[in-house]
């Protein structure tokens, strides 16, 4: 069996390679099962926390979790550093396997007075656990992040998750940048007026 090692023919090193990762995915490909468990360990956690904001479900966010590492984990040998980094070419498969899940549950932690008056930069997603702690201002974000359409919300929970980046948002879903920004513009306004209409029909019923 011919052992797997990093193969940059090129001069350059590719674009987005990153080498602790890439001798990781040697050492896997080369059938070393701790390798498997060090990339597991590595970004789990990160994957995680996208899964369940985009499902907002404890069971189903896990059941997501561990299919997109089983599918990474087969295709290893075709991630190319020359596309995208490591962690976005797992972000595409965990977006991928949330929309089969074909859920309306979506659970950024963001303010609504963020919402009402400017761009958010929500600094990370809640675990299940978190989410108990979650205010009424939070609750109604949540509300009118189901409203979106599925395009939309996926560029909206990108966008507040972690702050990726336009570029990143477009290599994860597969849209030019300029596409995504759009469709965040789209989304921001869409809840804006979402949550505008929500406090105006509670001041009307609160009269």
């Avoid at 990781?24 to 360990?41: F, H, K, Q, V």
């Avoid at 590492?69 to 976005?88: G, H, I, M, V």
């Avoid at 989410?131 to 509300?143: C, F, G, I, S, T």
């Avoid at 879903?173 to 979402?194: D, N, Q, V, W």
Wanted: hydrophobic share 35%; proline share 3%.
């Amino acid at each position: 069996m011919s052992e797997h090692v990093l193969d940059w023919s090129e001069t350059a090193v590719p674009r987005y390679a990153d080498a602790a990762i890439q001798a990781l995915i040697g050492r896997c490909l080369n059938g070393d099962e701790s390798a498997y468990g060090a990339l597991y360990d590595q970004f789990a956690s990160t994957i995680y926390r996208l899964t369940y904001s985009m499902l907002q479900h404890k069971e189903d966010a896990e059941e997501v979790l561990q299919d997109s590492f089983e599918y990474a984990f087969r295709k290893l040998d075709q991630y190319d550093p020359r596309k995208s980094a490591f962690k976005t070419w797992l972000y595409r498969i965990a977006i991928s396997r949330c929309r089969n899940k074909r859920r309306r549950k979506w659970l950024p932690s963001i303010s609504l007075h963020q919402m009402i008056g400017q761009e958010i930069n929500d600094e990370q997603t809640p675990t299940p656990d978190e989410v108990l702690a979650l205010n009424d201002e939070q609750q109604r974000v949540w509300r009118a992040l189901a409203e979106l359409t599925p395009k939309l919300r996926e560029t909206a929970v990108l966008r507040y998750y972690g702050s990726l980046s336009y570029n990143e948002i477009g290599d994860i879903l597969g849209i030019p940048a300029k596409t995504a920004e759009s469709r965040m513009r789209l989304a921001h306004k869409a809840l804006r007026e979402l949550l505008e209409n929500e406090f105006n029909e509670n001041d009307v019923n609160n009269e």
